[in-house]
């Protein structure tokens, strides 16, 4: 079983309704990320989560909430969608303590959004 | 204003043969620098890092080097296989804070 999961895989929806993206881990990691991809912008940081009570915005965070439901659960949730939210969304997860230098980050395999 | 930037969109190397990937970075804060790589419909896994306090790491048929001075930093790979075929993004960070930076990507292309 994969390390890192995301629901759904692909969705496709149309402006102005709500949408939610699941991540779920059993890395048993504290630090989790959601990103997005666009073509010729490479990853970009949505927001970010530390532990459960910390939620934290990244470069690009209008437009989406964030909800950390417990350890291994964190949320994307985008309010009222618009078509330039259309990209592929990654969720991330990172150990700091695992004795590395540095926050290496494991992803789950992404989620197609599509906004009509 | 990005910060990490891969300036070639794409590279094509026959197999067998060297393949260099570049990354320029803007901020002289960044202490720690990862390549990823990332096939279609697959999230992007771990490749490769370095600290700032070296200049070069290596791991098998990847090593990575990095010029501070030129805010640089290339990934070779020797030698090139079909299978290394992927999309690989550069990504720097600083005191471990987590906010990984990627530059644009760069798709690899190996021709057998």
């Known amino acids: 079983d994969a390390d890192v999961t995301q629901t759904p895989r692909n969705r496709i929806t149309k402006t102005g309704k709500r949408i939610m993206l699941e991540c779920s881990q059993t890395k048993g990691h504290d630090r989790m990320y959601w990103y997005r991809q666009d073509p010729g912008l490479g990853l970009r940081l949505i927001y970010y989560s530390f532990d459960v009570k910390d939620i934290n915005k990244g470069e690009i965070s209008d437009g989406y909430s964030v909800s950390r439901q417990a350890q291994a659960k964190f949320s994307l949730s985008l309010e009222s969608a618009i078509p330039n939210q259309t990209a592929l969304y990654f969720c991330?997860?990172?150990?700091?303590?695992?004795?590395?230098?540095?926050?290496?980050?494991?992803f789950g395999p992404g989620t197609r959004l599509t906004v009509l | 204003d990005q910060q990490v930037k891969q300036n070639s969109p794409s590279l094509s190397v026959q197999e067998g043969r060297i393949s260099i990937l570049n990354c320029d970075y803007t901020n002289s804060m960044f202490d720690y620098f990862l390549w990823y790589k990332k096939y279609p419909a697959e999230g992007p896994t771990f490749l490769i890092s370095?600290?700032?306090?070296?200049d070069k790491n290596e791991d098998g048929r990847f090593t990575v080097f990095l010029n501070k001075s030129a805010k640089h930093l290339s990934l070779h790979i020797v030698p090139s296989q079909p299978g290394d075929s992927a999309v690989y993004f550069c990504?720097?960070?600083?005191?471990?804070?987590?906010?990984?930076?990627f530059g644009q990507g760069t798709e690899l292309s190996v021709k057998p």
């Open positions: 991330a997860t990172s150990d700091p303590g695992a004795g590395l230098m540095t926050d290496t980050q494991y």
């Open positions: 370095i600290s700032s306090i070296k």
């Open positions: 990504a720097a960070d600083y005191n471990q804070g987590g906010k990984l930076i």
